[in-house]
């Protein structure tokens, strides 16, 4: 069992930036594969970033590349996502999860554990 809580949500204007945390408990995080997902109000949740478990292979939406940089440190039981260039169109409930697997994966239904969700709100 892996419990996840995230943080750092917060209102910003459109070209700020915002640092989200994921810090985990639980059974050994540094052999699961980590993502970020967000669902905006009356949209489906989507994929954002993944890491595998060692950090050495990351892949991006392509609408958030170049802009989100997903990081991790596994003496700190944690997963960061640094988020610069927000746009409105960021908008949504961030979700971290932890993947049975150890490499990074971008489908959803493999992703076993899942935290509350953190909030982001980018004002125009």
């Known amino acids: 069992q892996v419990q ?3 943080s750092g949500g917060g ?4 070209g700020d930036s915002l640092r989200l945390s994921c810090v985990a408990s639980g059974r050994a995080f540094s052999g699961h594969g980590m993502g970020w ?3 905006a109000p009356g949209k489906e949740r989507e994929f954002v970033a993944t890491i595998s478990n060692t ?10 590349k170049g802009r989100f940089t997903i990081s991790r440190d ?6 960061w996502m640094q988020m610069n260039s927000l746009k409105p169109e960021d908008t949504a409930v961030y979700y971290c ?6 490499w990074a ?5 493999d992703y076993t554990y899942w935290g509350q969700g953190t909030q982001v709100t980018v004002s125009s």
């Open 37 to 39: 997902f967000r669902q």
């Open 74 to 79: 596994n003496a700190k039981n944690t997963v």
């Open 55 to 64: 950090g050495d292979n990351t892949i991006y939406a392509r609408s958030v």
């Open 4 to 6: 996840l809580v995230e």
């Open 11 to 14: 209102l910003v204007q459109a």
């Open 97 to 102: 999860a932890a993947g049975a697997q150890s």
């Open 105 to 109: 994966i971008t489908t959803r239904p």
